[in-house]
C-alpha cells in the first residue's frame, strides 16, 4: 500500500473502492472500504460511498455480525444513492435477523427502484419473507406480481406460492404439473431444490425430496453469506431431512 501511494500519489475513494473490489475477500475488501470512507466527504460522489459501505456491510454478514451489517445497511439507504442495491442489501440483513415484516419492505422498495428485469427477483424475496412471517395471503399476492415480472423464473414463483398455499393449511393443492416446470427449468437450481424438496415431499416422494434438499444444503452450508441469510430455510431442509432419513428407516 505504501509503494502504492508513492508511485500513484494520495488515493482518494475512488482508488479505495476498486481496491477493495479487486480484493480476494470480503474482509480484505472491507480494510480498504473502511480507509476510503474515512476519506468521504461532500465532494465524494454518494454512489461511491453506498459501495464502499456494501464492501463493509458484505464483510460483516459473512462473519455472521448480521446486526453490525444490519446498521450499515441503513447507512446505506440513508445516503438515498443506488437505493435498490441499499435496499435490497437491508433486506438480506433484516432476513438474517428474522425480521420478516421488516424485510418485506426493504424488498418491495428494492422491486420499487428496480428496472423490470430485475423486480422478479426482488417480489420473490418479499414474498419469501412474508411466507416466513406466516401472513400467507400477502405472501400470494408478492408471488404473484413476482411472476407477472418475470421473464424466465415463473416456475419457480408457481412452485413457491404452491408451498405457501399447503403450509398455510390448504389440502387440494395440484402439485405435480407445478413440480415437472420447476425441476425442468434453470430457476429449478439454488432456491429452487429448497422448494421443490418441500413439495416432494407433500407429494410423499421421500427419495426425490432428499435428492433436492442435500443438493440445496450442500450448496449453501459453506458459503458464509449464504449460511446466514438462508439460515431459516437450512434449518427446515435439514429438519426435514432428518424426519425423512426416520421414516425410511423404520
Not at 101 to 121: D, F, V
Not at 122 to 150: I, Q
Not at 202 to 216: E, I, K, T, V, W
Request: with cysteine; glycine share 8%; proline share 5%.
Amino acid at each position: 500500500m505504501r509503494k502504492l501511494r508513492e508511485r500513484l500519489g494520495p488515493l482518494d475513494a475512488d482508488d479505495y473502492l476498486r481496491l477493495a473490489l479487486g480484493s480476494p475477500s470480503p474482509a480484505a475488501a472491507a480494510v480498504f472500504a473502511e480507509k476510503g470512507l474515512q476519506g468521504s466527504g461532500p465532494a465524494v460522489d454518494p454512489e461511491v460511498t453506498v459501495l464502499l459501505l456494501r464492501e463493509v456491510f458484505r464483510a460483516h454478514l459473512q462473519a455472521r455480525r448480521v446486526r453490525s451489517a444490519h446498521a450499515v445497511a441503513r447507512k446505506m439507504v440513508a445516503l438515498g444513492a443506488l437505493p435498490e442495491i441499499a435496499y435490497a442489501d437491508l433486506g438480506r440483513a433484516c432476513s438474517a435477523l428474522g425480521w420478516w415484516p421488516q424485510a418485506a419492505q426493504a424488498y418491495r422498495m428494492a422491486a420499487r427502484h428496480a428496472p423490470a428485469r430485475r423486480r422478479a427477483m426482488h417480489w420473490e424475496a418479499v414474498g419469501t419473507a412474508l411466507h416466513h412471517a406466516r401472513r400467507p395471503e400477502d405472501a400470494l399476492a408478492a408471488l404473484e406480481r413476482a411472476g407477472r415480472w418475470a421473464l424466465t423464473t415463473r416456475p419457480l414463483h408457481r412452485a413457491h406460492a404452491a408451498l405457501v398455499r399447503l403450509d398455510g393449511g390448504a389440502t387440494e393443492v395440484s402439485l405435480q404439473g407445478v413440480l415437472e416446470d420447476l425441476e425442468t427449468a434453470p430457476c429449478g437450481e439454488g432456491y429452487g431444490r429448497y422448494i421443490a424438496g418441500l413439495l416432494r415431499e407433500a407429494l410423499g416422494d421421500s427419495p426425490r425430496a432428499q435428492q433436492h434438499l442435500r443438493a440445496f444444503v450442500r450448496r449453501n452450508r459453506h458459503d458464509a453469506t449464504r449460511a446466514v441469510t438462508l439460515a431459516t430455510e437450512l434449518r427446515r431442509a435439514r429438519r426435514t431431512l432428518r424426519r425423512l432419513r426416520h421414516a425410511a428407516a423404520e
